[in-house]
T-cell receptor
Framework: GDSVTQMEGPVTLSEEAFLTINCTYT??????LFWYVQYPGEGLQLLLK?????DKGSNKGFEATYRKETTSFHLEKGSVQVSDSAVYFC?????????FGQGTRLTINP | GAGVSQTPSNKVTEKGKYVELRCDPI?????LYWYRQSLGQGPEFLIY????????DSGLPNDRFFAVRPEGSVSTLKIQRTERGDSAVYLC????????????????FGQGTRLTVV
């Protein structure tokens, strides 16, 4: 069945560091891919998405490119801020539902 | 309302009791989803409604779990004879996804109901 695998956390970085959170997927067909973020005390919210191969999703300085050949959708940001501390979830659109990875907790220290 | 609303935000219940968790989706959204999130894990799919009908209930763990959406808007997740292992955050999401379409439009999540079974 469809599945998503994320790099295990937690990830701790200093402010202004470069961030990569790896995500790979297994799916039938051509799913859309998503990154959701969960800030402390808040609900899940969509960060960015890509709906077809080679699409790049971007938002708030974060980017991810849909790579069909490597079945990946890695999240990147060039310079992280303390306010980026949160849990990040990679997800794909399976048949009739979203399938999530296990989440990666990111902590940014000043 | 402007977003997906879930009530209560927290629920503590004794083992063996019955609980109901409510979800008010975004007005006009035909698709509604229930997920369960255990500590340190990603959301796990439970059930999907398109309108009033459950299009996919393959994620419900057993027959103690049941969900309804009688008028195609508000949904209630019902858990009978609760067990300690049912403790988790129960998330509801809605989207404007139309049945039969491939791909997936954005799903909007509520803040969840934290269920603790003692």
């Amino acid at each position: 069945g469809d599945s998503v695998t994320q790099m295990e956390g937690p990830v701790t970085l200093s402010e202004e560091a470069f961030l990569t959170i790896n995500c790979t997927y297994t799916a039938t067909g051509y799913p859309s891919l998503f990154w959701y973020v969960q800030y402390p005390g808040e609900g899940l919210q969509l960060l960015l998405k890509a709906t077809k191969a080679d699409d790049k999703g971007s938002n708030k300085g974060f980017e991810a490119t849909y790579r069909k050949e490597t079945t990946s959708f890695h999240l990147e940001k060039g310079s992280v801020q303390v306010s980026d501390s949160a849990v990040y979830f990679c997800a794909l659109s399976g048949v009739l539902k979203l399938v999530f990875g296990q989440g990666t907790r990111l902590t940014i220290n000043p | 309302g402007a977003g997906v609303s879930q009530t209560p935000s927290n629920k503590v219940t004794e083992k063996g009791k019955y609980v109901e968790l409510r979800c008010d989706p975004i007005s006009g959204h035909t698709a509604l989803y229930w997920y369960r999130q255990s500590l340190g894990q990603g959301p796990e799919f439970l059930i999907y409604f398109q309108g009033t009908g459950a299009a996919d209930d393959s994620g419900l763990p057993n027959d103690r779990f049941f969900a309804v959406r009688p008028e195609g808007s508000v949904s209630t997740l019902k858990i009978q004879r609760t067990e300690r292992g049912d403790s988790a955050v129960y998330l509801c999401a809605s989207s404007s996804n139309q049945a039969g379409r491939t791909g997936h439009t954005e799903a909007f999540f509520g803040q969840g109901t934290r269920l603790t079974v003692v």
